[in-house]
C-alpha cells in the first residue's frame, strides 16, 4: 500500500513539475516585433514587441546553465570564478561550524534548563528576548567586533541555529514522564547514567525536531549572510550573478538552494525516525 501511495504521489509531482515547465515556457515564448518603421523604433524603446528571452529567461536558457554548471562543478579561475560544488562546500562549511558549535551550547544548557525549574525561570526572559531577534541584525555586530567576514558568517549561523535547539532540548527533557525519573532514583543511578540511559532516549526525538528546525533555519541565513560578507558562498554566488544580470545562473542557484536545503532536511527526518520509540 505504502509503495503504491509512492508511486501515485511521484506521478502528480512529475505533473505538477510538467505544468509548471509548460506554464514557464508559454510565459517566456518569445514575440516577435509586429511594427514597422518609426513604430517599431519606439516600441523597442519602450520594451514591446521585442523578444521576450531578453527579459525572464526560458527554461531552456536556465537548463544550459545546470549543464554548463554541473558539468565541472569544482572549476577554479580566480575569486569570482569558481565552480557550484565549490561555492556550496564553502557555504555548508560556515553552517556546519556554526551549527556544530550551537549543538555544543545548546544540548548542555538545554539539559540543564529542562532539569531546573530554578534555572528555567532564570534562563526564559533572556530566550524570549533574543530568540525574536533577526540573525542578519547580529551581523553588523559582529563584523565590527570579530574583524573577519568568515567568522562573522559563522557567528550569525551559531546564533540563528541556538534558539530551536536549546528550546526543544529544555521541553524534551522536561516532558520525560516522571514515574522514569523515579525508578532511575530508586534504583540509585548516578546522574551522569541517568542522563544518557533515562532522558537522552526518552527526548533524543524532541531534541532532533529542534536540530531539524536549526538547520532549516541556518541554511536560510546563510544564503543572505553570504550576500552581505561577500568572497565566496553560494549566497555570495547567487549576489555575483545577479550583479551581471545573469538571471538563468540565478536561477540555477535558487534550485540547488533548495536541493540542497531539502537534502539537509531530509537527513535529520531519517536521524529522527531512528532515535523515536515505536511500540
Not at 505544468?19 to 523604433?41: C, K, M, N, Q, Y
Not at 544550459?64 to 554541473?70: G, M, R
Not at 525561570?121 to 530566550?127: D, E, G, K, V
Request: with cysteine; net charge neutral; aromatic share 10%.
Amino acid at each position: 500500500m505504502s509503495s503504491r501511495l509512492a508511486l501515485r504521489a511521484g506521478l502528480i509531482s512529475l505533473l505538477l513539475f510538467l505544468l509548471f515547465i509548460g506554464t514557464w515556457s508559454v510565459a517566456t515564448r518569445p514575440v516577435e516585433a509586429t511594427d514597422h518603421g518609426a513604430d517599431a523604433e519606439y516600441a523597442a524603446l519602450m520594451g514591446k514587441g521585442v523578444d521576450k528571452a531578453s527579459g525572464f529567461p526560458p527554461p531552456a536558457k536556465v537548463g544550459e546553465a545546470f549543464v554548463t554548471y554541473l558539468s565541472d562543478p569544482f572549476y577554479d579561475n580566480g575569486p569570482n570564478d569558481k565552480g557550484i560544488g565549490i561555492q556550496l562546500g564553502h557555504s555548508l562549511i560556515r553552517v556546519g561550524i556554526g551549527f556544530l558549535l550551537a549543538v555544543a551550547v545548546a544540548l548542555p544548557l538545554g539539559f540543564a534548563i529542562g532539569m531546573s525549574p530554578l534555572l528555567f525561570q532564570a534562563f526564559n526572559p533572556f530566550i524570549q528576548i533574543l530568540k525574536p531577534i533577526s540573525p542578519l541584525a547580529w551581523m553588523p555586530l559582529a563584523l565590527y567586533s570579530l574583524k573577519d567576514s568568515d567568522i562573522s558568517g559563522i557567528f550569525v549561523i551559531f546564533i540563528c541555529s541556538l534558539w530551536p535547539m536549546l528550546i526543544n532540548t529544555a521541553f524534551g527533557v522536561a516532558s520525560v514522564r516522571k514515574d522514569w525519573i523515579n525508578v532511575a532514583r530508586t534504583l540509585e543511578v548516578g546522574p551522569l547514567r541517568k542522563a544518557f540511559q533515562v532522558i537522552l532516549p526518552a527526548a533524543a526525538p524532541t531534541i532532533l525536531t529542534g536540530m531539524r528546525i536549526s538547520m532549516g533555519i541556518a541554511w536560510l541565513v546563510i544564503v543572505a549572510a553570504e550576500m552581505l560578507v561577500g568572497g565566496t558562498g553560494i549566497g555570495y554566488f547567487v549576489w555575483n550573478e545577479w550583479n551581471n544580470l545573469a538571471l538563468p545562473n540565478v536561477i540555477f542557484a535558487v534550485a540547488m538552494i533548495g536541493l540542497v536545503g531539502m537534502i539537509l532536511d531530509q537527513c535529520f527526518g531519517v536521524l529522527q525516525k531512528l532515535v523515536t520509540y515505536r511500540e
